[in-house]
């Protein structure tokens, strides 16, 4: 039996959202192509980009980042967070808390779950044995999109080229300039 848990709308989801996803590589809520309409354009930098080089003839940029440690939409009422654009927010947002997924042969989704959202939090505390097993029907759904998306993007390519939202430069995922 799989445990299930209701979204407190804390908000934590909404912030903190620059991260360090790698060495050198610093990251914010990850967008689609045609996600990038809901944000303020200045808002918005690239994220992951496929050619031989970010100056190559043949170099694309597939998805963007938000550029803002909290989400512009993120509002609070009577101490609950409310979602400015929730009818539309992105992807990445309806999955939350779950991140890295991948598909299993089972076609069930495996995923990790982000350990500051405080539902999770709750959950784990009160099921320390089985806080890994969570039904998640919603963000499961999504979660199978946001992979199809991301697979008919690439098209067969590897991604090879990550944007730094700290340093406003293209990092190679394969080296390091430190």
Not at 80 to 109: D, K, N, T, V, W
Not at 121 to 132: A, F, G, H, V, Y
Not at 164 to 170: E, G, Q, V
């Amino acid at each position: 039996m799989a445990l299930s848990f209701s979204c407190l709308r804390c908000g934590r989801c909404c912030t903190n959202l620059i991260v360090k996803i790698q060495k050198d590589v610093h990251a914010g809520l990850a967008l689609f192509p045609d996600e990038i309409t809901y944000f303020p354009k200045e808002l918005i930098f690239p994220y992951r980009g496929v050619g031989l080089s970010p100056e190559s003839a043949d170099f694309k940029v597939v998805m963007f980042r938000l550029d803002v440690d909290v989400c512009p939409y993120l509002k609070y009422e009577n101490d609950r967070s409310e979602c400015g654009i929730y009818e539309s927010h992105p992807l990445a947002c309806r999955c939350f808390p779950f991140y890295q997924m991948s598909i299993l042969e089972s076609r069930r989704l495996n995923y990790l779950m982000d350990v500051n959202c405080k539902a999770i939090q709750i959950l784990r505390k009160e099921n320390p044995k089985r806080s890994d097993m969570l039904e998640a029907s919603v963000e499961e759904e999504s979660g199978h999109i946001l992979l199809q998306r991301i697979q008919s993007i690439m098209k067969g390519r590897i991604w090879i080229w990550l944007f730094d939202l700290k340093s406003k430069s293209w990092k190679s995922p394969y080296k390091s300039d430190e």
